[in-house]
């Protein structure tokens, strides 16, 4: 079975500064990896994922995420944070590698952006 | 596109009585899973179903069944409930017959406070 760690539980950045969220899987095969995002009170809503091909994902609102095999990692990254991306980021994978079952979600990291 | 449905979306019980979720997966979707995300927490995966059948079973209470009907809709049956059940409740629902990607796309969840 697999696990995933976020490194960080809460950050807080001011605007238009970067991102980096760190995000580590332990399963050694194939992998589908997705990042998610909470807002306050609402439902997850899927920023970014990657099941093969190229490593670097771009995904919506600005996000991508690199997928970095060696090192078992799928960071997720935005060039500039707004204040409308404070929310809480879940990074995933499925549970039995490739698409194969539930899936394992990482703490999560809150991200506050002050305006 | 058609989405996820889940009713009802709020849902305040009484400490020890009972509680039905249901799930109404994206038209074509073969496999729901059900999953609970308590207060501050992550999401932990409780039960799956592929084609009606339980697929996959995960930290589901024993207090809590579920099952999915011929229309493919499923419901989460909780009895007995108690002040740490109160979470948001998702439902996803995927394709995973041969041909699909079973990527889980999540419905907006269910809060099921008790007091």
């Known amino acids: 079975a697999q696990s995933v760690s976020q490194h960080n539980h809460h950050v807080i950045l001011s605007e238009a500064a970067s991102l980096e969220l760190g995000c580590n899987y332990s399963?050694?095969?194939?992998?589908?990896l997705f990042w998610y995002v909470q807002y306050p009170g609402q439902h997850l809503q899927l920023l970014l994922k990657y099941f093969s091909g190229d490593p670097l994902v771009k995904g919506i609102k600005g996000f991508e995420a690199e997928f970095i095999k060696s090192k078992f990692s799928f960071n997720l990254r935005k060039p500039s944070v707004q204040w409308s991306d404070t929310a809480e980021y879940f990074c995933a994978v499925n549970n039995y590698g490739g698409s194969q079952g539930n899936l394992i979600f990482g703490k999560g990291t809150k991200l506050s952006v002050k305006p | 596109a058609a989405g996820v449905i889940q009713s009802p979306r709020h849902l305040i019980k009484e400490k020890r009585e009972t509680a039905t979720l249901k799930c109404y997966p994206i038209?074509?979707?073969?496999?729901v899973y059900w999953y609970q995300q308590g207060p501050g927490q992550d999401p932990q995966f409780l039960i799956s179903f592929y084609e009606k059948m339980q697929s996959d079973k995960g930290s589901i209470p024993d207090r809590f069944s579920a099952q999915q009907f011929s229309d493919y809709h499923s419901e989460l049956n909780m009895s007995s409930l108690e002040l740490g059940d109160s979470a948001l409740y998702f439902c996803?629902?995927?394709?995973?017959?041969?041909?699909?990607?079973?990527?889980?796309?999540f419905g907006p969840g269910t809060r099921l406070t008790v007091l």
């Open positions: 038209p074509r979707h073969d496999t």
């Open positions: 996803a629902s995927s394709f995973r017959s041969p041909g699909g990607s079973n990527e889980q796309f």
């Open positions: 399963y050694g095969g194939t992998v589908n």
